[in-house]
Nanobody
Framework: VQLQASGGGLVQAGGSLSLSCASS????????VGWFRQAPGKEREFVAT????????YYGEAVRGRFTISRDSTKSTVYLQMNNLRPEDTAVYYC???????????????WGQGTQVTVSS
């Protein structure tokens, strides 16, 4: 399975972006999928994760209430809707897949290449 994150870009503070995570090869429908982000000089940070059948979602404290994770099993795609963006949301955003629920990068075994999100003040 290879993951491809897309949808990043430059947006002003208060704006919105929608990221997508698609898989090539094996379907994502059997995996728990998470989003992480990493800003320059900082550790990779948990953003959100969603279970296989979308019955549970979890969010990092910094994004709760502003970001929404969802998935479309028919398209084998996971989305991250980001609203009310702040300059501190600037980072490279990665999607990752795992067979067990977790909020740490070590819990995820398959990673996409990342997409840059830049929020200007």
């Amino acid at each position: 399975v290879q993951l491809q994150a897309s949808g990043g870009g430059l947006v002003q503070a208060g704006g919105s972006l929608s990221l997508s995570c698609a898989s090539s090869g094996r379907s994502l429908s059997s995996a728990i999928v998470g989003w992480f982000r990493q800003a320059p000089g900082k550790e990779r940070e948990f953003v959100a994760t969603i279970t296989r059948n979308s019955d549970m979602t979890y969010y990092g404290e910094a994004v709760r209430g502003r970001f929404t994770i969802s998935r479309d099993s028919t398209k084998s795609t996971v989305y991250l809707q980001m609203n009310n963006l702040r300059p501190e949301d600037t980072a490279v955003y990665y999607c990752a897949a795992t067979g067990r629920l977790g909020t740490q990068p070590r819990d995820y075994s398959i990673w996409g290449q990342g997409t840059q999100v830049t929020v200007s003040s």
